[in-house]
């Protein structure tokens, strides 16, 4: 529309008992009219220069990244959330990007220039449309008439004429948009089979006619009443996501947590295979450049003997060549001469051998062996993450041991502690059992050592004798026990003792059961961690953690494989 439309007005018919001096239009009031138009569009304008890119909405508290666009500091936080764990971030606006998430920086500036644009729009009104008659001062507008093209304020509201040809909406720059394109006439209905809004001469004789209309007031209720369901329902989809994403962050630290245990974890099982592949290539290229070693001793030997049957062979030549009888049947150990046959024996055995198997060292066994270790050392690490929660049980425990309140500590006591005398409770030995059975799964426990120089630490049937000394862990076939004396260590079985060639360092050992593999495993809490022994059996019977402890105390310890880890 032009500026002179604002500008002009109609005749007296639009405002009744006015001067009509005050009702016809004036250079003046064109001029002002004009004016307000132009003010009106430049507020327009810097309207949509303030407007955040993501809500669209004015700014709050602007922010502006390194390109120099400007965003709301919620919506752009918002935006670089959703790029996080995506390799970088970018703007909205020109996307631009970077590596690091974008540092914040208020615009105080823009943010001064918003206040003071949302100042003057409330000043102005919030339509920003004045009162078409009132020349001498802007004052804003309440209401447009479509019929007589004019904005009001209060005071020219109450003396417009209400005919009901005279329509009122709320103050507007673009009335011929409220208005019917062919006829030019009000748009008054709403046809709902074209949905699009009509005249009265569309409905009555134009391409409308005989289909179904509605008033726009009636219309507008429905499409208003249709828009806050979907309104509802978005506000329930955004409920959800919310709780979705909050879900979904809430995992996210958790498995971040989960990874770092996880690849310190890694980062150690894999140093401790390089260490045990290392040791194992060792042993091997040991084992083969021994046989070479052998075969050379055996060369040695064999040329040793080869001079002495020498000697051998030069005396008898010279005892067959004495003419003196006497001399010759005085010769002492001549039996010894001629003795060889036993010796020959061994050497073609030997001989044979080294010809045979190059020394006897079986190479595929010993990859074999030691690759099944370390097959082993992988499940302790990967697939054991958390300790049993091991509580001894009194009930078992002998009257001379003394159990902490915690029940994770035993230790030996000059004491009677006087329980009573049940079947479970051992009479000969100072042992006690855990109060909890496995037969199933794999596990571990821990013990600290440190306090105590004659221990047994294992794992033993239930049906375990409870007197005398086949009691005792490992002196029978229903347990197996890691024993301590005078620092010399023990693997112990049905009596067997298996002597370990090193001692324990860390004063800390750890117990690893593999139930279904029917694996009793024991390691020194070194750094790095060392294997002691590993019985290997199959399980009849549920498997309870048993102590003994002769001398001192024994505590059973916390921890798990991460922590361990992050120690070391």
């Known amino acids: 529309m032009s500026p002179s439309s604002y500008g002009s007005s109609p005749a007296s018919p639009c405002v009744g008992g006015s001067d009509p001096s005050q009702l016809h239009s004036s250079p003046e009031s064109e001029t002002f009219s004009f004016i307000s138009l132009l003010s009106a569009m430049a507020s327009a304008d810097l309207r949509a220069e303030l407007e955040c890119s993501i809500c669209l909405n004015i700014y709050t508290d602007p922010i502006m990244l390194r390109c120099g666009h400007n965003f709301c500091r919620v919506c ?19 996307r631009e990007k970077s590596q690091d998430r974008p540092a914040l920086q208020r615009n105080i500036t823009l943010r001064n220039i918003v206040e003071n644009f949302l100042s003057s729009q409330s000043d102005q009104g919030e339509s920003g449309v004045f009162c078409t008659h009132c020349v001498d001062s802007p004052v804003p507008a309440v209401r447009s008439c479509l019929l007589c093209e004019v904005s009001l304020c209060d005071k020219h509201l109450r003396v417009h004429k209400k005919t009901p040809e005279h329509i009122l909406c709320d103050p507007t720059f673009s009335m011929e948009s409220r208005k019917c394109s062919v006829h030019k006439k009000i748009l008054e209905y709403y046809c709902t089979e074209d949905y699009t809004c009509i005249c009265v001469s569309c409905s009555l004789a134009g391409e409308h006619r005989g289909h179904q209309v509605e008033m726009l007031n009636e219309a507008s209720g429905k499409k208003k009443e249709t828009l806050r369901n979907v309104l509802q329902k978005l506000l329930t989809k955004i409920e959800e996501t919310d709780e979705r994403v909050q879900s979904l962050q809430e995992h996210r630290r958790k498995v971040e947590e989960e990874a770092a245990g996880d690849t310190e974890r890694v980062t150690v099982l894999f140093r401790d295979l390089r260490r045990c592949l290392e040791d194992l290539e060792k042993r091997v290229l040991r084992e083969i450049s021994g046989r070479a070693e052998r075969i050379s001793s055996s060369i040695r030997d064999l040329e040793i003997k080869k001079e002495e049957l020498s000697r051998k062979l030069r005396h008898i030549e010279e005892l067959c060549n004495m003419t003196d009888p006497l001399t010759v049947l005085q010769e002492s150990d001549t039996g010894d001469l001629c003795d060889t046959e036993d010796g020959d024996n061994e050497d073609r055995e030997r ?17 074999h062996t030691g690759l099944s270790y370390i097959i082993t050392e992988v499940n302790v690490y990967l697939y054991i993450q958390n300790p049993a929660d091991i509580l001894l049980d009194v009930n078992t425990a002998h009257n001379y041991l003394h159990i902490s309140d915690d029940r994770k500590t035993v230790s030996r006591s000059d004491i009677n502690q006087n329980r009573p005398k049940t079947p479970e409770r051992f009479l000969g030995c100072a042992q006690v059992f855990s109060s909890q059975s496995f037969s199933s799964g794999r596990h571990y426990w821990e013990v600290d050592v440190g306090v105590s120089d004659r221990w047994t630490v294992g794992m033993c049937y239930p049906s375990i004798d409870r007197r005398g000394v086949p009691s005792l862990i490992g002196c029978n076939n229903k347990s197996w026990g890691l024993y301590s004396h005078d620092n010399q260590y023990s693997a112990i079985h049905d009596s067997n003792k298996i002597r370990l060639p090193a001692n324990i360092s860390s004063n800390r050992v750890r117990i ?24 290997t059996t199959t399980f009849s019977e549920p498997i309870y953690a048993g102590l003994y402890v002769y001398k001192g105390c024994i505590k059973i310890c916390g921890g798990d494989l991460r922590t361990l880890a992050r120690n070391k």
């Open 76 to 94: 752009i936080d918002r935006v670089l959330d959703t790029q996080e764990g995506s390799g970088g971030y970018s703007c909205p606006e020109c």
């Open 351 to 367: 001989h044979e051998k080294l010809l045979h198997d190059g020394g006897g060292l079986d190479v595929a066994g010993v990859l």
């Open 512 to 535: 690893y059961l593999d139930y279904e593999a029917g694996r009793i495993s024991f390691y020194d809490l070194c750094d790095p961690i060392r294997h002691l022994h590993t019985f």
